[in-house]
Nanobody, 125 residues
Framework: QLQPVESGGGLVQPGGSLRLSCVASGLRSGRNSIGWFRQAPGKGREGVSCISTSGIADYAESVKGRFTISRDNAKGTVFLQMNSLKPEDTATYYC???????????????????WGQGTHVAVSS
């Protein structure tokens, strides 16, 4: 089952941190590259980060040096540690299975069938 459940969002002040979690039983196999995407009000969905089956990560330029993606296959969980948050990071964050070009991931969804409900992040003072 690859339908993810995202959690960990909330309201945080600029400069603060949050850790998002993406859980799906199908992730325990470790055979899928997973990506985080976000959608701000009135904007399209954009890629934030992805991690390949080999554990190699990629990041959007806007979050490099601030966000870290990781995975725990035993727990079927992918994490997104977000530090130094900015107001422009405010969005609903989603995780999903992404394309793979071994050993790298590609920050593009594999299918429209694997989106979760998302978790909302608000960065405001």
């Amino acid at each position: 089952q690859l339908q993810p459940v995202e959690s960990g969002g909330g309201l945080v002040q600029p400069g603060g941190s949050l850790r998002l979690s993406c859980v799906a039983s199908g992730l325990r196999s470790g055979r899928n590259s997973i990506g985080w995407f976000r959608q701000a009000p009135g904007k399209g969905r954009e890629g934030v980060s992805c991690i390949s089956t080999s554990g190699i990560a990629d990041y959007a330029e806007s979050v490099k040096g601030r966000f870290t993606i990781s995975r725990d296959n035993a727990k079927g969980t992918v994490f997104l540690q977000m530090n130094s948050l900015k107001p422009e990071d405010t969005a609903t964050y989603y995780c999903t299975v992404v394309l793979t070009h071994p050993p790298m991931c590609i920050m593009a969804p594999l299918s429209d069938d694997y989106w979760g409900q998302g978790t909302h992040v608000a960065v405001s003072s």
